[in-house]
Nanobody
């Protein structure tokens, strides 16, 4: 699976962005999908995941406020991350990834990775 993330950019605090990740290659619907992020000097962290069909979503505990929403469109081979009420500490490179496992938050259980898209939130 080849993954291409897009949609990042510079936004003011309180603003919104929608990230997209387009997949090609192997059957997209065979993989659970996830979004991770990595801020400068910090470890990569799980943000959100979605099952193969899209019927189940799961988020990092720190995302429990509902600011972020993951979704997918298997007909378009694309997964999305809608990010609302953005904060400066959301600034990071965001990566999409594909996994054979469902409901995993572990980066090493993801098999394929996109190149990342930069999200910068100004205060």
């Amino acid at each position: 699976v080849q993954l291409q993330a897009s949609g990042g950019g510079l936004v003011q605090a309180g603003g919104s962005l929608r990230l997209s990740c387009a997949a090609s290659g192997r059957i997209f619907s065979s993989y659970a999908m996830g979004w991770f992020r990595q801020a400068p000097g910090k470890e990569r962290e799980f943000v959100a995941g979605i099952s193969r069909s899209g019927g189940s979503t799961y988020y990092a505990d720190s995302m429990s406020t509902g600011r972020f929403t993951i979704s997918r469109d298997n007909a378009k081979n694309t997964v999305y991350l809608q990010m609302n009420s953005l904060k400066p500490n959301d600034t990071a490179v965001y990566y999409c990834a594909a996994s054979r496992f469902v409901h995993t938050r572990k980066w090493d259980e993801y098999d394929y990775w996109g190149q990342g898209t930069q999200v910068t939130v100004s205060s």
